[in-house]
């Protein structure tokens, strides 16, 4: 995303909410505390008019929940998410931006390693990216909204958006199949790295290369992931093969089974696609984020024929379509654009 309000760290025991947040909730879900002087103070109560209250607010101001309330907050943020989005007295740029800022919310959380994904955690995942996704199949102008809207730093959790918001605009500007088909897209990309949630961060967080023994840990995370939803829920659901198979690529190179070409599921492939570019494009502890033209031409050159280039066309063809629409969207920092048409 473009730049973002910059939120204090909060005291013990509370979090920090930026406001943008909260402002399609009708009525507060828990009680809103403003840092004020050595501790937090009340500033409104659980069931108050969430409206008056953004309506008091600084402008961007950022506001602190307890700790204790954060599933209460969570949920009704997620709740709140479809009337962020079909919001049509808001750009679609201002809409993307809220929709993103909330989504980071209510799913940071479940990629730490401290929150085990358990069923209500999986089911709030759905619920998140699944309003994400009908309205990224119907509202053509937030398709380039979101896709110019994205953050790029590092964080699990924002890889994960970005990975599935990638994956519905490629699925739908293919026509990959049902609306069924481009939500399970959408929920694989956004759970397809939960599994790193089971590697020591000595590993995660290598600033070099990883040796041979790092390597083999790093590449359980896919079976970890997998096994992880299947837990949660009792029983597999239609996309955890995507989460298994990301990692695979058409020429046997990829992990863990070395599938090649059709042995591969396609929405594993469009997947592994769009998870490889965010994180060409990303920085890493290891290295600095290339440009959507370098990562394209390491991922067709460099990189050739590890992935369907059907798909990889697709996606070229896509992002080149970037310069004309985003030139339509108010806010969008044109720096950014994805000049890949060439």
């Known amino acids: 995303m473009s730049a973002q309000t910059q939120i204090m760290p909060a005291p013990p025991g509370y979090e920090p909410v930026p406001a943008r947040v909260l402002t399609d909730i009708a009525t507060l879900p828990c009680d809103l505390y403003i840092w004020r002087g050595p501790r937090p103070v009340l500033y409104a109560m659980k069931g108050g008019d969430l409206r008056k209250v953004i309506t008091r607010a600084q402008r961007g101001m950022s506001f602190l929940v307890r700790e ?73 102008e937030m398709v380039w909204a979101m896709v110019a809207t994205m953050q790029k730093h590092l964080a699990t959790h924002t890889h994960a958006i970005n990975t599935a918001v990638y994956g519905i605009v490629l699925a739908r500007f293919m026509e990959f199949g049902s609306s069924d088909a481009i939500r399970d897209v959408a929920r694989g990309g956004l759970l397809h790295d939960i599994g790193k949630n089971r590697i020591p961060r000595t590993v995660l967080d290598k600033p070099s290369g990883l040796d041979a023994s790092e390597w083999q840990v790093m590449q359980t995370h896919v079976k970890s992931g997998s096994d992880m939803v299947i837990r949660a829920l009792g029983y597999p659901q239609p996309y955890v093969h995507i989460i298994a198979e990301h990692h695979e690529r058409c020429d046997g190179s990829g992990y863990p089974a070395g599938r090649q070409g059709s042995g591969i599921a396609l929405d594993s492939q469009l997947v592994g696609v769009v998870d490889a570019f965010d994180a060409l494009t990303t920085r890493r502890p290891y290295r600095a984020p290339v440009s959507a033209f370098d990562a394209l031409h390491i991922m067709r050159v460099t990189m050739r024929g590890q992935f369907s280039d059907e798909i990889l066309r697709e996606f070229i063809k896509l992002l080149g379509g970037f310069n004309a629409a985003a030139a339509g969207l108010e806010g969008v920092d044109l720096t950014r654009v994805m000049r890949v048409a060439g």
């Open 68 to 140: 204790i309330d954060s599933d209460l907050l969570r949920g009704a943020l997620a709740a709140a998410l479809p009337t962020v989005l079909a919001n049509q007295h808001v750009s679609a740029v201002e809409r993307s931006k809220t929709a993103y800022s909330i989504v980071a919310k209510v799913l940071s959380p479940i990629f730490t390693r401290e929150n085990a994904l358990d069923h209500d955690g999986l089911l709030l995942t759905h619920r998140t990216i699944d309003a994400i996704t009908l309205h990224l199949i119907d509202d053509e």
